[in-house]
């Protein structure tokens, strides 16, 4: 069994886990628990994104987080459309994140344009952004399962991604969205990519909605991915599954893998001391294992 | 990546789940539960033990739930010693478990007495036992981690296992007793069982106190390891860690392998109903993730 040495974990806490957070959090909160997470030695990290106030506004502190927290590390902002695009112009960030699902009806529901539409509109976007010297992130949603049309079927990822990268993005954060990935097909999937994308950055991004998130990151292993989107905390939900679970939790994902003698450069005490910082203003008990036993004691 | 096509559950939660249940639950609600485990399609089952009602008082009623449950599938009770065995011949049971730790600190604790003195005093019971046609099943405990003694050597497992299969015993259920095995401490040891004990029954034992536990279910899976113990609603904990969940449950195993394709031969609505009986008698939350996905529907 074959397992890589070192791995990257992304947190995608502070912008994927707290977009599904219900109480809006405090921006000092959340500065302080980016800078904690920084201090465990987290080098990449989706800080926050450009989306509308109005259908986000957890979200709606951008700026202030941005200002506060850049620092030469990968720090990523996520926007939907060149209007997010023109507020990222306005900051010093160099990382930017784009999304889109695989599966059409997701797209219709969440961002009511079809798949085709939204890689039309986001080809130029991503054209400018890598002309202008930015790294690219593409978020595929979707890549497994989607909650409307069920299973999503490799050669439509494939074909996704593959056109990504044409367009010249950096990374490839490739989720399963509604946490129902299974490790035989996250193997599968995940083999094919790597094979096909050999000189594309891969990232898994696991829901821990089944209770499948460590097999699912072990499977991803064992085809060769050593980048990995964890949530410290375990932070965010999934609109479409009620009583879900969020995103697998930074700790861990980071335990597990240093336990098996891959290194991750995080500091597991500081992450937790991260995780004291934004859990009391979350409204839903922490379902990270790690953080639950570190507390107990 | 080989796999296997069909996997044996044998369910534990009635006796490993709930010794570690704080509160009596009825024997009739006990009785209950089971009789819709078997409705369910489970086949082995870990029924009751004839402990000390002193030490388990949980367990008093081995007697009637025994004499409701038996059904001609493989129901096993477990016994310590001598006295476990003369209150198992009164009854029709002819499946038999036995346990005993790797670690001579834990044996030390649980039953005072060191590893040796165990397998000394279990050899001629496992004897007489065979002699007289029961199944026999040894429980080991602590084969990856000891809560005393830290990182347990793969040597010392495979030396008991061994020791066990000269004295007879039909299954091996190896158990990461704290839920502290990695994946890959899991692949390497059943695979070494595997090789070497390749005419005895090996079943996997996780827990799931760091959420490793479906993760080392595909470790196993991989290694050859067709056999799981599993509990019914995630029933059990772990008097070593406090916070600790408790045995994978039976739901969330069964779920992974049917999706990987796996047949299981187990109904997971009538598992649902069954952990439905249980569960207001419960003192702790269930961290089964599928039970909680069909809960809040």
Sequence with gaps: MKLPKQVTIIEVGPRDGLQNEKSLIPTEVKINFIKKLKMAGLQEMELTSFVSPKWVPQMKDAYEVISSCLDGTRDIVLAPNRKGIERLYETNCKAFAVFVGVSESFNKKNI???????????????????????????????????????????????????????????????????GKANPKEVFSLFSRLKKELPNTMLTAHFHDTRGMALANVFAALQAGIDRFDTSAGGLGGCPFAPGATGNVATEDVVYMLEEMGIQTGINLSKLVEAVDIIKPHLTRPTESKYYRLQSAK
């Design 112 to 178: 009511n344009k079809t798949t085709t539409e939204s890689m039309e509109e986001l080809k130029p976007l991503i054209q400018e952004l890598k002309e202008k010297g930015y790294f690219i992130r593409a978020c595929i949603s979707t890549s497994f399962y989607c909650p409307y049309e069920g299973k999503v079927e490799e050669e439509s990822v494939l074909k996704l991604c593959s056109t990504f990268v044409q367009y010249g993005v950096d990374e490839l954060s490739v989720a399963d969205t509604i």
